[in-house]
């Protein structure tokens, strides 16, 4: 089992243990920003922010940087990773993610209907992932070029319920008397756990 721990007055996680009590530490500033993450074996990530809150590099355990870009919105428009690789980003006039192209200019595109829900995302291959959606507006299922489809449930309370991939193998959630996820149990029967004020 999986746990992630979370700090008592800001609710921000503190800490991810594994099955095998490995823990991860994550350490936030006093805006609640992720500052730093501390792997098992002491590897340590650094996040940077600008003003806007915006996380504008990222450097990792080996000192590689990568940076991170934004338009006047407040989207992300580039990123370049420690080897110099660039990814871009384009939106619609609704601030919704377009399209994004990697170094090798594959691009994939998302698109939208009149509700401004995804209605379909085009792969760099061209292959075409198709959202459905029931009259609450929720995600009800996907399909994609091959007809694999991925179906969500949800429970009465309108909270999602469990993910159901092609092969019928399904990821479940459970809450709190907060609304919160308490436990998401996977298909392998690996369960994360979340602890809340602890």
Known sequence: MTRIYYDQEKQV??????????????????NNELISTIAPNGAITHYEYNKQGEVVSIRNPLNGKTTLEYDTHGNLVKKRDANNNTTTYSYTREQALKSRSNALNQTSILNYDEKGRVKSYINPNHQSTQYFYDKLDRIKSTKDAISNSIEYKYNNKAQLQAIIDPTKNQTQYSYDKQGRVEQEELPNSKVVEKVYNK
């Open 13 to 30: 996680p503190k800490k991810i243990r594994d099955g095998l009590d490995n823990s991860t530490i994550l350490i936030h500033n006093d």
